[in-house]
């Protein structure tokens, strides 16, 4: 069993049911927060030391290589191992149509995903693991493995079957939500657009590929692996394996990006697991990058009806955003497409509905921003056509449209700048310099043009935990289930402890990343920095509490700063107040304030792209993203994130396509050579500002999710831009050079 | 583990002997093997370094032009202050190729026999004539953006993925070759490219064992503009949707002479006589132009997702024209 190391000591909970008007935050006096520090973490990634869930040096550790089925559809019939059990180094071929996991689970479920390989779904879904003494050794026995399969008739196409849709359950955001009669309102509308827009399946393309070690002692596994929420992903390994949650600790101390597609625990790990069950040895297995791209998660490929109607000053009387996704057969999850559009503008008559047509691809899931990565194309490019109808500025149109409360929900936002940052967004970029005729900026063979969305994310806030102990020597460490993945949670936690508690910098040792430590809820829907952050906030609390104690004076009356306490005409060092060290914990969990108030975080984003007249190949020249999300703990990490999801939104807007073969259900682009992700080249300066805002409805560090936000909205600007350069309105993304040839002018 | 065993050549004859059997394979700076037998796409039993021979050198030639050792790495050879003077759109080609790591280890020899990318020849999952003769060919009826549209068969749509071998084309290069049998040969570059037939599999007219030792470029077209154009899906890394090497010489307003070859639209680097004559001899007109374009596609034939390739092919041509010949 595994011993836990904190737990013990007192804790501080707070459920989100009223307002928390006042931090810690503001009132430390330590000046770190919000400061642009270097990552905690950045040394020791740039110098090869950090340690990544595949780089784990075991004893007796087995190379297993992974199999993935070579039909779309069908059933095993055999997986002959005898033929490949005498090859050079091999180990074991080990098969579980039982336990394999069918697909990757959703993030923060703790159940088991679907389970069973005997029947195939998609092609490369893992049917087998081959062991061997080394990697390569397993790779040639992977690829000699016969494995036959009686192959059936599967559903490769959307287009084929897009009518086969039907209404899921409720999810993050409804299925289906009406209101007033959005077919009246648009017969009776002075203007209306009713456009389909188009977006295709993605991959969220981490730099580190899905990987899992796992080792068994007794009845207990520890699993190093990369991903994202460890508490919820140990119950989902647990519940697979038919063992206690108790009895799986998962280890993820750093991880190679995730985007989503590390939330749940995807089919190495249990692979892995009931290798390494079988085997009595430790067990690694690592996908190869064709399989992260055939069998972890794809974003689901969309098809966006978009209804806009306004009377004739350009007031939205109706909004209809009505979208198909896909999904494995029996999978519920469906691109949440519409949730930003609920909360975006006003507009009396509603249609926000999805429907999920069965596919034989690969499980459709999380990919940064769900819903608004994708749905903000719709909405943002719909509402930049309607601009274009009334003969209005396209910002002009979102000002009016700026709702003052929920459109929906009779509450108010907790905190809402998209006005502010569309205006503070229009001065910092040029937005005057616009020419609203589309085609009239020329400079030798580019067509130059701008473009403007707005972004929306909801905000989220998710039960988390975290332990703070301070030792007699004056450090401390904080430790939390929560996860880094590439995002600077090391850092900005420390900032916050460090903030409270007056404790410097270098001496917090930080550790994130194990389920022995307090749970959380992990890196996932921008959550991340305000639940583990308000953990770490209330933990600090309370310690803050016992050293005022210890110091005899009241908390108000209490300062901390590097290392001491100050209050009552006295100076002593922390390390003094604390005996032979204190342990406290402290707990987060969402309440009412959630429902009370509408909360989600806002910006902008405004693009300048060259159209190549001759080819049509496009060029962003430069973005700026404008973005409000409460306070800002990191003004470094923060932008980096906004950077990084601006970058997705370029790839979403020209290049990025997950493409299948529409015979077999196979993955025809499979490898970054072929799935285009944005290079360098394709992304120009980039420039961020944060508005600066503080949510006392969110948590008591009033900051909001922010790596999200930058990508909402991001293509859309890149898109709006397109057509202002050239005239041509594509509606079917990723807007490839072959979509413009058509309307370019003539040579 | 599939294995191969690993020979160290010490002459480029002991190479080109040790390379004659069955199943053997050079490797140089392995950018494109080392990937494919990861992949057992390629699955030598022998490999033969030739990383060591001193072919590393670009040298003068008495007739003005340059010879370059076939172990010259590609960023070498595109910083070469010779080969900017005088064949700058064989500079320009190279470093529109692949990425800075790629290209410090890509050798000139290597690059001329880069395998193509296919998606479906990269896939064992998948048939492919190339891969595996008589296995049947994926791309056609499948998705094959990136493919050929002029030169195919019915058994083979691939294109010939590099940069420089287009640029080549264009420079009118020789290649030099050792044999196994201890002759050396000389081979135009226009001979050395197979077209995929029923074949597509055998992709040049090297024989068992034969090693590219150099390549040869003749002395440079006097007074002629160069040009490098590379349409792609995104601004680097990312191969030839169409491409475009050309260098043009004018007389006034006449065309003086021109050689023009297209990458991206082959199974080789493509390169045509009639576009060349359908312009030389005559003034700049935009009609010359288009008639140009209309000899380089008059057999053009698209397969689908590549059927755009057509028309890009068009316009990049003419704007390349209009650049060669300074009518912009």
Known sequence: ?747 | MKLFTYERADSAQAAATDAAAAGAKFIAGGTNLLDLMKLQVETPTKLVDISRLPLDKIEERDDGGLTIGALVPNSDLAADARVIERYEVLSRALLAGASGQLRNKASTGGNLLQRTRCYYFYDTATACNKREPGSGCSAIGGFNRILAVLGTSEHCIATHPSDMAVAMRALDATIVTQKADGDRRRIAIGDFYRLPGDTPHIENVLEAGELITGVELPAPVEAARHLYRKVRDRASYAFALVSVAGVVAMDGDTVKSASLAFGGLGPMPWRNPAVEAAIVGKPVTTASFEAAADALLADARGYGSNDFKIPLARRTLIASLRELTGTN
């Not at chain 1, 026995?141 to 897009?162: D, N």
């Not at chain 1, 999920?356 to 490019?381: D, F, H, K, Q, W």
């Not at chain 1, 993945?485 to 910098?505: D, F, H, N, R, V």
């Open chain 1, 1 to 747: 069993m595994f011993e836990k190391i904190f737990g013990a000591g007192d804790t501080n909970s707070l459920t989100m049911n009223k307002p928390h008007p006042d931090s810690l935050l503001d009132t430390g006096v330590q000046g770190v927060i919000s400061r642009p520090i270097d990552r905690v973490d950045g040394p020791l990634k740039v110098s090869g030391t950090a340690t990544y869930a595949a780089e784990y040096q075991l004893d007796g550790l087995a190379h297993g290589v992974l199999v993935g089925s070579t039909v779309g559809k069908g059933r095993i019939v055999s997986v002959d191992a005898d033929a490949v059990l005498g090859m050079p180094g091999v180990i074991d071929v080990v098969t579980d149509f039982d336990t394999f996991l069918r697909n990757a689970q959703q993030g923060g479920e703790t159940t088991a995903p679907t389970q069973g390989v005997r029947d195939v779904d998609y092609f490369g879904e893992i049917v087998a693991i081959v062991l061997a003494e080394s990697f390569e050794e397993a790779r040639a026995a992977a690829y000699a493995l016969p494995i036959e399969y009686e192959k059936k008739e599967g559903q490769y196409a959307f287009q084929a079957h897009r009518t086969e849709g039907e209404t899921p359950p409720d999810s993050v955001t409804p299925a289906k939500f009406t209101q007033g009669d959005i077919d009246q309102a648009m017969r009776d509308a002075a203007v209306t657009v009713d456009v389909t827009y188009v977006t295709p399946s993605q991959n969220s393309a981490a730099m580190e590929p899905h990987a899992s070690i796992a080792v068994w002692n007794d009845d207990a596994l520890t699993l190093y692996g990369a991903y994202q929420m460890p508490t919820s992903d140990a119950q989902q390994l647990a519940k697979s394996l038919g063992v206690s949650d108790k009895k799986v600790r998962i280890i993820a101390r750093y991880i190679g990006g995730g985007f989503g597609s590390k939330l749940g625990i995807a089919p190495e790990s249990v692979a892995a697991a009931v290798a390494a069950k079988k085997l009595g040895r430790p067990v690694k297995a690592v996908m190869a990058r064709g399989q992260v791209f055939d069998a972890t998660v794809r974003r689901s490929n969309t098809e966006q009806h978009m209804r806009l109607a306004t009377d004739r000053n350009g007031r939205l009387t109706a909004i209809g955003h009505d979208s198909l996704t896909s999904n494995l057969p029996g999978e519920d999850y469906f691109e949440p497409v519409g949730i930003g559009t609920h909360l975006a503008y006003a507009g009396e008559n509603r249609s926000i509905t999805h429907q999920l047509v069965p596919l034989n691809l690969t499980l459709s899931g999380s990919m940064r921003a769900p819903g608004e990565a994708v749905g903000m194309i719709g909405l943002e490019c719909a509402m930049d056509e309607l601009a274009e109808k009334l003969g209005m500025d396209p910002i002009e149109l979102r000002r009016i449209n700026d709702p003052a409360v929920d459109p929906e929900k009779d509450v108010p936002f907790s905190s809402r700048a998209l006005t502010q940052s569309l205006d503070k967004g229009a001065e910092l970029f040029g937005w005057n310099k616009r020419n609203a005729m589309p085609g009239q900026r020329r400079e030798g063979e580019w067509l130059i043009g701008m473009g403007v969305a707005s972004a929306v994310r909801g905000n989220q806030l998710q039960q988390s935990a975290a332990g703070i102990e301070i030792r007699p020597d004056g450090t401390a460490t904080v430790a939390s289930a929560m996860t880094d993945i590439g995002t600077g949670s090391y850092t900005i936690l420390a900032q916050i402890a460090s903030e409270i508690l007056g404790i410097p910098l270098d001496k917090i040792t930080m550790k994130l990343g194990d389920t022995i430590d307090p749970p959380a809820a992990g890196s996932g829907g921008s959550w991340g920095a305000a639940s583990a952050g308000s953990a770490v906030y209330l933990a600090a609390e309370q310690a803050r509490k016992k050293l005022a104690a210890a110091m005899g004076v009241e908390e108000a009356e209490l300062t901390l700063k590097d290392g001491y306490a100050i209050g009552d005409n006295r100076q002593v060092p922390i390390g003094e107040l604390v005996g032979s060290g204190i342990e406290v914990t402290g707990e987060i969990k969402p309440g009412s304030q959630e429902k009370q108030t509408t909360q989600a975080s806002f910006g902008c984003h405004f693009a300048e792209v060259g159209v190549n007249a001759v080819t049509g190949e496009v060029r962003v020249r430069r973005m700026l993203g404008v973005f409000a999300a409460g306070r800002v703990l990191n003004a470094k990490t923060a932008r980096s994130q906004c950077l990084g999801g601006m970058t997705f939104g370029i790839g979403a807007a020209l290049t990025e396509d997950l493409i299948h073969d529409q015979r077999t259900g196979k993955l025809v682009n499979r490898d970054l050579a072929e799935y285009h992700l944005p290079v360098n080249a394709d992304v120009p300066q980039l420039e961020v500002h944060f508005i600066d805002e503080r949510d006392i409805h969110a948590n008591p560090i009033h900051a909001k999710g922010i790596g999200e936000l930058g990508i909402s909205g991001a293509a859309p600007a890149v898109v709006n831009a397109i057509y202002n350069a050239c005239g041509v309105r594509v509606r079917d993304m990723p807007i490839t050079c072959d979509k413009l040839l058509a309307g370019l002018p003539p040579m």
